[in-house]
């Protein structure tokens, strides 16, 4: 069974950090990019990052460069999405996903989606 699971959300104030984690299982990892996505309440999904599987490359929103860092685990088929100096429009539902292609800024390019992960930053 493919499984995506997002975790590492919560609740902070402007100018913290946040570290959300998506746990990949039942799909052979190194084969797949992994992008993290975005949707706010009324808003339409939006890419944030995603690292690639072939060549281990890294893609940023430009909303979010400078302050998030992808990175991946392959032993532990994790992609971590480190988030520094946050900002109130960071507030969203955060999503993982994995595309067999590479990586992508269009949902529908995505093969596996995971649950989300709640980010809420106050001001």
């Known amino acids: 069974e493919v499984q995506l699971v997002a975790s590492g959300g919560g609740l902070v104030q402007a100018g913290g950090s946040l570290r959300l984690s998506c746990a990949a299982s039942?799909?052979?990892?190194?084969?797949?990019?992994i992008g993290w996505f975005r949707q706010a309440p009324g808003k339409a999904r939006e890419g944030v990052s995603c690292i690639s599987s072939s060549d281990g490359s890294t893609y940023y929103a430009d909303s979010v460069k400078g302050r998030f860092t992808i990175s991946s685990d392959n032993a532990k088929n994790t992609v971590s999405l480190q988030m520094n100096s946050l900002k109130p429009e960071d507030t969203a539902v955060y999503y993982c996903a994995a595309d067999r292609i590479d990586c992508s800024w269009y949902p529908v390019d995505y093969d596996y989606w995971g649950q989300g992960t709640q980010v809420t930053v106050s001001s």
């Open positions: 039942g799909f052979t990892f190194d084969d797949y990019a």
